[in-house]
Every structure is written in C-alpha cells, then in structure tokens.
C-alpha cells in the first residue's frame, strides 16, 4: 500500500472520531446550558412564590425535597391539558427532572402559564413521586391576568402543591387526570 493510500485511510478513520467527539463535546455544552437555563428559571420561580404567598416559606424550611416546575402552559375549552418541565431538588441537592402532563375535561375555558411547586414531607414522599403513574383530581377555579394561586392547605399524602399563576384567563370546573415522571440525572 503506498503512503499516500495509508494517510487517506487514516484520515478516513480518524476524521469520522474527531467529528464525533467534537459533536460529543458541543452536545455536552449545550445540555450544561440547558441545565443552567433551568436552574436560573426554577430560582425565579421560587422568588415569585416566596414573595407571592408568604405561607410557602414554612414549606421551603421543613420539606425533605421538592420538585418546581416554573412554566406549566395550560388550555382548555372543553377539554384540556397542561404540560410543563422542572427540576427536582433533595436536600440542597439538584437530584433530576421531572416532566407535568395534565388533560381535563368540564366546565372550563381559556389559557394559563403558571408556576408549580410540590413540596414532598419525607423520603417516603419522594420516593413514591419518583414511581407514581397517573393520578385523577378534581379542582375548580378562576384565572385573570397575574392574578391566582392555588395550593393544599396541609400536606397529603407526604406532599403538599402551591401553583402561582404568571398569565392568562381561565375559568374552570372540571376533572382531570395528572401525571409526572421522574429522570434522575446520575444512575441511582
């Protein structure tokens, strides 16, 4: 084989593996991005609801986790749904992310964003969180621009909800079906 066939086989070989270790890096970059995007969005959030109810700062002392999902976009005429993505916190630890999937149906009409935070009790509450399928709620409501907030009194179930609402219009009686799922950023 000459010298000059053996170079073009190894550029052949070896320009296929930079590529794709350039690519590799540039894919890492823009998820740290992603991550650094989220987390800014996420402490935003929580200022708002901080600031917003007063009441969630006892929640924010003596939960042993919580997920907050800082944009949940909901519509509905009829029927409806909502889907939103956050991160989900143990401790002071950012431990993974978790994706919201609501659909609706009743009396209801209009459009929404809003913040959504679950403050989960205990280790038990968050593991459940971490395996739950599909839960089936009722609520009913009204939204007018900034205006709304909603959340559980007390805690049920080890976890505790409080929504804060960024924009929209809104009235609704309805039932729903809610689900979140949970991707841990390390293997556990």
């Known amino acids: 084989m000459s010298a000059d066939a053996m170079i073009r086989r190894l550029i052949g070989i070896v320009a296929p ?7 590799s890096i540039a894919s890492a970059e823009w998820q740290a991005n992603q ?4 987390q800014v969005a996420a402490q935003d959030a929580i200022a708002r609801i901080k600031d917003r109810i007063p009441r ?4 924010f002392e003596q939960a042993y986790a919580y997920a907050i999902l800082p944009s949940v976009t909901r519509a509905a005429i009829g029927f409806g749904g909502a889907y939103g993505k956050g991160l989900v916190v143990e401790g002071d630890e950012l431990i993974g992310t978790t994706g ?22 205990d280790k ?4 459940n969180f971490k395996m739950r399928k599909t839960q089936f709620l009722g609520q009913a409501g009204l939204t007018f621009a900034t205006v709304g907030a909603a959340g ?12 804060v609402t ?3 219009l809104m009235g609704e009686f309805s039932v729903s079906g809610a689900k979140f799922d949970y991707k841990p950023l390390h293997q556990e």
């Open 35 to 38: 991550n650094d995007k989220a």
């Open 56 to 59: 969630s700062a006892g929640y």
């Open 100 to 121: 919201f999937w609501q659909f609706t149906s009743g009396i209801q009409a209009g459009a929404k964003n809003f913040s959504m935070i679950l403050f989960f009790k």
């Open 152 to 163: 559980t009194p007390a805690y049920n179930e080890g976890v505790a909800i409080i929504t």
């Open 124 to 127: 038990a509450a968050l593991e």
């Open 17 to 23: 593996l930079v590529c794709l270790s350039m690519a």
């Open 166 to 168: 960024r924009l929209g």
